[in-house]
């Protein structure tokens, strides 16, 4: 008699079948093979049962919220019907047992004395992956150009201009390709770790930009999280947005909000700034980009002072 077939036997044969079709499967991919062994661990055999994958999506949640919950069920709602035709039996949590699973949260909004704080701080921070020297240089990254850590980490030196004036961003969401206009600043900043950098490893084109400073192979996301979450709890910084932590993911909220707000307090046409602002961040629909009026407080009561403004101008003209 044959031996039962593991859940990560299954998870990994449609993960293969999945991304011969094209599909890139990472965050997700990840989290199927976890939910894989997890089930396998605990001695679970035959088809999905609704039962195992409750279990899994609150006991191994690193957030224990039903939002958190919902998501990770999402996450295995494509494996689960990819199941369900070849197995009969196989069962998922109907409906939505955790409630919604999509929101959007406001952001914490950094202040420019604690974006210095992080990147000070992160030059004296003890050896993590990451890494005195990459470290802050790559929040720096973040913090200027308001990139994804994702798209950041995955950088080649060749993505680097000869000048170190721009960045070629060629693995964004949706396998997108975008032009990233660097600030003087940051060409210096780079410039200086690009130095340091050729000691560590190869400067070939191909090779990655940030490298793991014990290793000398790629930063990977797990060791940028851990020196993170170090650096947030030994700075204090207290959460000013919805979540109950900050997010290294809140420097990329903290430039696109910081610079609606000069061009909000410059008068700028904003409708014409946001097409360039969206363009410049990579996102895919505009509305992602004017999300951020509605949002930020900060945002919002300027966006009131200038709504009050206009109305008194309109006002004015009209008993004029």
Request: net charge positive; hydrophobic share 45%; charged share 20%.
């Amino acid at each position: 008699m044959s031996a039962p077939v593991t859940m990560l036997a299954r998870a990994e044969a449609y993960l293969a079948e999945r991304r011969r079709l094209g599909f890139a499967l990472d965050r997700s991919g990840s989290l199927t093979l976890a939910f894989a062994r997890f089930a396998d661990a605990t001695g679970h055999e035959g088809p999905l049962a609704s039962a195992i994958v409750l279990r899994w999506a609150k006991e191994q949640a690193v957030c224990a919220d039903p939002f958190t919950w919902a998501q990770r069920l999402n996450v295995l709602r494509p494996f689960a019907r990819h199941l369900a035709d070849a197995e009969s039996g196989t069962s998922f949590p109907e409906g939505a047992p955790f409630g919604r699973s999509k929101r959007r949260i406001a952001p914490h909004i950094f202040t420019p004395a604690e974006v210095n704080a992080l990147i000070t701080a992160a030059r004296t921070l003890p050896v993590f992956g990451a890494g005195p020297a990459t470290f802050p240089t790559l929040l720096g990254l973040l913090a200027v150009t308001g990139q994804r850590i994702s798209e950041a980490l995955r950088l080649r030196c060749g993505d680097l201009d000869e000048a170190v004036t721009c960045i070629t961003v060629k693995h964004s969401k949706f396998d997108r390709t975008r032009i990233v206009p660097l600030h003087p600043t940051a060409t210096v900043a780079l410039r200086d770790y690009l130095r340091t950098r050729a000691r560590l490893g190869s400067t070939d084109r191909s090779a990655p930009l940030f490298l793991d400073e014990r290793s000398g192979e790629i930063l990977r996301y797990g060791a940028v999280r851990r020196a993170w979450l170090r650096l947030t709890e030994d700075l204090g910084i207290v959460p000013r947005g919805g979540h109950q932590f900050i997010r290294i993911h809140d420097l990329r909220h903290t430039f696109i909000c910081r610079r609606l707000m000069l061009w909000q307090a410059e008068g700028t046409d904003i409708d014409n700034a946001m097409l360039a602002l969206s363009a410049y961040v990579g996102h895919v629909n505009l509305g992602d980009t004017y999300w951020y009026m509605q949002a930020v407080p900060e945002l919002m009561a300027l966006a009131g002072d200038r709504f009050e403004s206009l109305a008194l101008h309109f006002g004015e003209a009209r008993h004029g």
